[in-house]
T-cell receptor, first 115, second 114 residues
Framework: AQSVAQPEDQVNVAEGNPLTVKCTYS??????LFWYVQYPNRGLQFLLK??????LVKGSYGFEAEFNKSQTSFHLKKPSALVSDSALYFC?????????????FGKGTHLIIQP | EAQVTQNPRYLITVTGKKLTVTCSQN?????MSWYRQDPGLGLRQIYY???????DKGDVPEGYKVSRKEKRNFPLILESPSPNQTSLYFC?????????????FGEGSWLTVV
């Protein structure tokens, strides 16, 4: 069975500093990995995904994520945080052989950017 | 605008009173699904549909029903709601069930069962 772990419930970063939101996964075979963001009272918005190819994936709003197969990680990063980046972030995995099962999500990480 | 639309967005109901949360997508997507979001648990899949008239259970299907009579619509039915179904519900869709396809989510429906 596939699973995702987001080890931090909350991450606090000062505006302008780099940010990292951590994600590790467990899946048989090569994973398909996704990041979503949820702003207050809003739905989930797709940020980026890794399917294959370059381990560094660039997405919306200046975010990027690095796929590391040996560490089974897919950390979300941004070079310079904005207050408007404050939101709830979800990492998710999908088994390449089991698309019908949908996404398996982590529990989410609250990102708080302090002015 | 390409979107997944859910209604109602907010609902308070009483135990045992049947309700339906509608979901519609305008992207001609084959794959649709329902998730519920609970604090500390992330999102969990309730039901999914690979295409019209094809539905299957997700991880937490108990107490829910779905139907897929048309490609664009995928309603979630709670025949006899109970307080443990108080949650934030998301409808989602993607081009197909292929794993690499991005899944797009609606704005969510807050449901409270008292």
């Amino acid at each position: 069975a596939q699973s995702v772990a987001q080890p931090e419930d909350q991450v606090n970063v000062a505006e302008g500093n780099p940010l990292t939101v951590k994600c590790t996964y467990s899946v048989s075979g090569n994973p398909y990995l996704f990041w979503y963001v949820q702003y207050p009272n809003r739905g989930l918005q797709f940020l980026l995904k890794y399917i294959t190819g370059d381990n560094l994936v660039k997405g919306s709003y200046g975010f990027e994520a690095e796929f590391n197969k040996s560490q089974t990680s897919f950390h979300l990063k941004k070079p310079s945080a904005l207050v408007s980046d404050s939101a709830l972030y979800f990492c998710a995995v999908r088994d390449p052989g089991g698309g019908a099962d949908g996404l398996t999500f982590g529990k989410g990480t609250h990102l708080i950017i302090q002015p | 605008e390409a979107q997944v639309t859910q209604n109602p967005r907010y609902l308070i109901t009483v135990t045992g009173k049947k309700l339906t949360v509608t979901c519609s997508q305008n992207m001609n997507h084959e794959y649709m699904s329902w998730y519920r979001q609970d604090p500390g648990l992330g999102l969990r899949q309730i039901y999914y549909s690979m295409n019209v008239e094809v539905t299957d259970k997700g991880d937490v299907p108990e107490g829910y029903k779905v139907s897929r009579k048309e490609k664009r619509n995928f309603p979630l039915i709670l025949e006899s709601p109970s307080p443990n179904q108080t949650s934030l519900y998301f409808c989602a869709s993607s081009l197909s069930g292929a794993s690499g396809n991005t899944i797009y989510f609606g704005e969510g429906s807050w449901l409270t069962v008292v």
